[in-house]
């Protein structure tokens, strides 16, 4: 059995912080290297898509939309919302 364990005895703050400081620049690395290769964010949505992602009624879509706390656009009579301004729309609420 492989052992993923770090004897601190040996190593100086310095080289401990090294170690941290590198693991943590390495993780935040493929975190953003994950983040941009997903190119959900400007991913046009539909009604019906938008509906099931906020999960509400097209009239509550309808009446957000004319209230201006979403943001639509169009091509004719079709109607498109995009995700990464729905993930901006949400706000915090607090208790």
């Known amino acids: 059995m492989k052992s993923n364990s ?13 170690l941290i400081g590198s693991t943590v620049k390495k ?5 953003q290297q994950e983040l941009e290769s997903t190119k959900f964010t400007e991913e046009l949505l539909t009604r019906e898509e938008t509906c099931k992602f906020l999960r509400v009624d097209s009239s509550t879509l309808w009446a957000w939309t004319n209230k201006g706390k979403v943001k639509a656009y169009g091509i004719g009579a079709r109607r498109y919302y995009k995700r990464s ?8 609420l607090k208790k």
Do not use: K
């Open 85 to 92: 301004e729905l993930l901006e729309s949400l706000t915090l």
């Open 6 to 18: 770090i004897i601190l005895e040996n190593l100086s703050i310095e080289e401990l912080q090294e």
């Open 27 to 31: 993780s935040v690395t493929e975190l």
